[in-house]
């Protein structure tokens, strides 16, 4: 039993060992610490290229071309990046400006199909209900091409709201 589980562990750390290529290309990055209310390197990286086609209380509709940065080894785009949307989109339904951001307490994600790199894809977000500082979200993703939905997620979310005699 040890053997196998050391042989698992060994194929595990060869995945995620970066080749020396990409090891050079992450030192290359210029990443500084951000402040409250500065987008992050990250956010800016997963999100670059979405664009919101419609807005209104309770409902968020986008449109996002699947870029080569958002796929995996197969050239699919990858689970990560699936998780990824559905926890943005899926708050940007709550999201208040003047407010500290959603934190996420659960997602649930189904997976149900591939999108392959310049798919148009199309993310609907749909606000599920709120109760006190509890929102539930629901976000599918559908490739606009095929007509298949790539996946769906359920989204939880808690909201930090000052009480009335509160401070921020």
Do not use: W
């Amino acid at each position: 039993m040890k053997k196998i589980e050391s042989e698992i562990m060994e194929k595990t750390k060869q995945l995620l060992e970066l080749s020396q290529e990409e090891a050079n290309a992450v030192e290359k990055l210029d990443v500084r610490p951000r402040k409250a209310g500065e987008s992050c390197f990250y956010t800016f990286f997963a999100l670059r290229g979405i664009r919101v086609d419609r807005s209104e209380p309770g409902l968020v509709v986008c449109t996002l071309k699947v870029p080569p940065r958002l796929t995996d080894r197969t050239g699919k785009l990858s689970s990560g990046a699936i998780a990824n949307l559905v926890d943005e989109v899926g708050c940007a339904i709550i999201y208040d400006e003047a407010l500290p951001e959603p934190v996420s307490i659960d997602m649930s994600i189904s997976y149900m199909s591939t999108a392959d790199v310049d798919d148009e894809l199309e993310i609907v977000s749909r606000l599920l209900g709120q109760k006190g500082r509890y929102s539930g979200t629901s976000v599918v993703i559908k490739n606009k091409g095929t007509g298949e939905i790539v996946a769906e997620g359920r989204h939880s979310l808690f909201s930090i709201r000052p009480s009335v005699n509160s401070k921020l």
